[in-house]
């Protein structure tokens, strides 16, 4: 039961243009949406996030767009430069009401061209 | 600060054998979670601790274990390996920020091959 959705496995983009990553979630009982990138040989690394009950945040050239009627959001990079090219994975995270802490359910992710 | 280390970085093993993976998180993190990732398939949770304690645990089979010491590091456990179990294991710890996010912090993954 895949809960979080990246159907793109691959994106390639001119520099400068506008990179957008697509991903989609069935359980609307998620508090965040988080974006990681990852290069090679390394692990994810945080990116930026959107709580639930927001619909954009923007840090810089990332902006994160959620729809929540559509269960959707998206990640912007404007303009997208060669060093963005890596994977891109997006994740859901749900607090738990009884142990607490957190479960993050990651996305399949996307791997981005940037051409130079 | 030290990120996320995670030893060995690659580990080749055969089918049958166990093999056990460390991790130590960023000093003053309390919560280490385990990851296993294959092509087309993402980031799938293995199991969360905290303060010495599994948390939170995902779909795999109890041939994986971890535990986690009073120091916050922790070790991954596989026993009688399979084919399938080849993969990149990352570790993370994380911190709740004050908007409540709770953000991860990975280490660079062991990359395991089982023959």
């Known amino acids: ?116 | 600060k030290a990120g996320v280390t995670q030893t060995p970085r690659y580990l080749i093993k055969t089918r049958g054998q166990q093999v056990t993976l460390s991790c130590s998180p960023i000093s003053g993190h309390r919560s280490v979670s385990w990851y296993q990732q294959t092509p087309g398939q993402g980031l799938q949770f293995l199991f969360e601790y905290f303060s010495e304690t599994q948390r939170n645990k995902g779909n795999f089979p109890g041939r994986f274990s971890g535990r986690q010491f009073s120091n916050s590091r922790s070790e991954m456990n596989v026993s009688t390996l399979e084919l399938g179990d080849s993969a990149l294991y990352l570790c993370a710890s994380s911190l709740v920020t004050g908007s409540g996010v709770n953000e991860q912090f990975f280490g660079p993954g062991t990359r395991l091959t089982v023959l």
């Open chain 1, 1 to 116: 039961d895949q809960q979080v959705k990246q159907n793109s496995p691959s994106l390639s983009v001119q520099e400068g243009r506008i990179s957008i990553l697509n991903c989609d979630y069935t359980n609307s009982m998620f508090d965040y949406f988080l974006w990681y990138k990852k290069y090679p040989a390394e692990g994810p690394t945080f990116l930026i996030s959107i709580s639930s009950i927001k619909d954009k945040n923007e840090d810089g050239r990332f902006t994160v767009f959620l729809n929540k009627s559509a269960k959707h959001l998206s990640l912007h990079i404007v303009p997208s430069q060669p060093g963005d090219s890596a994977v891109y994975f997006c994740a859901a995270s749900l607090k738990y009401r009884g142990t607490g802490g957190f479960k993050t359910i990651f996305g399949a992710g996307t791997r981005l061209f940037v051409k130079a």
